[in-house]
T-cell receptor, first 111, second 113 residues
């Protein structure tokens, strides 16, 4: 089955800088890649996704890149703010909308 | 955004007992999911459910597990009997369609003693 690896377990940036979180996947059939954010004690909150028919998607300060050849996708958060601090999970979706999650990246944005 | 509720937020039970975890999905969603996260580990898919039937389940979805959504009420995960290794946070999710975004509940923290 699908395996998703999330490369950074922790990431610390200064406010205003960019943060990049990288993930790789194994199943070439995966076609949908969502990102979720989890703040301390709260649920997973959907932030952005990308489908395999495009290689870039932007929503305000969030950019997702997809490299299907390398089976790699990444989340770029530009102009980071302290409220961006959270754990971010990448996921890849295969049949029946089953989400295979990465292990999470704890992002800290320092003022 | 759309809200999924889970009841209870925490549950402590003795090994061998039965437990039912309840999920109140987004009102017009048709697909329902359970995921399990053991402390410090990755979140893993258990099962998904549509039109009264299990569509897909993982090897984590043991014979002691069952799901149902009677009459459009709560989507439930029942574990009978529980084992120590069932201790985890269980997340429910729902989506409108098979290809749509899944929205997650806050999780139920289950501790089996």
């Amino acid at each position: 089955g699908e395996k998703v690896e999330q490369h950074e377990s922790t990431l610390s940036v200064r406010e205003g800088d960019s943060a990049v979180i990288n993930c790789t996947y194994t199943d070439t059939a995966s076609s949908y890649f969502p990102w979720y954010k989890q703040e301390a004690g709260k649920s997973l909150h959907f932030v952005i996704d990308i489908r395999s028919n495009v290689d870039r998607k932007q929503s305000q300060r969030l950019i997702v890149l997809l490299d299907k050849k390398a089976k790699r996708f990444s989340l770029h958060i530009t102009a980071t703010q302290p409220e961006d601090s959270a754990i971010y999970f990448c996921a890849a979706v295969s049949n029946y909308n089953v989400l295979y999650f990465g292990s999470g990246t704890k992002l800290t944005v320092e003022p | 955004g759309p809200k999924v509720l889970q009841i209870p937020s925490h549950q402590i039970i003795d090994m061998g007992q039965m437990v039912t975890l309840n999920c109140d999905p987004v009102s017009n969603h048709l697909y329902f999911y359970w995921y399990k996260q053991i402390l410090g580990q990755q979140m893993e898919f258990l099962v998904n459910f549509y039109n009264g039937k299990v569509m897909e389940k993982s090897k984590l979805f043991k014979d002691q597990f069952s799901v149902e959504r009677p009459d459009g009420s709560y989507f439930t995960l029942k574990i009978q009997p529980t084992a120590l290794e069932d201790s985890a946070v269980y997340f429910c999710a729902s989506s409108w369609s098979k290809e749509d975004t899944q929205y997650f509940g806050p999780g139920t923290r289950l501790l089996v003693l």
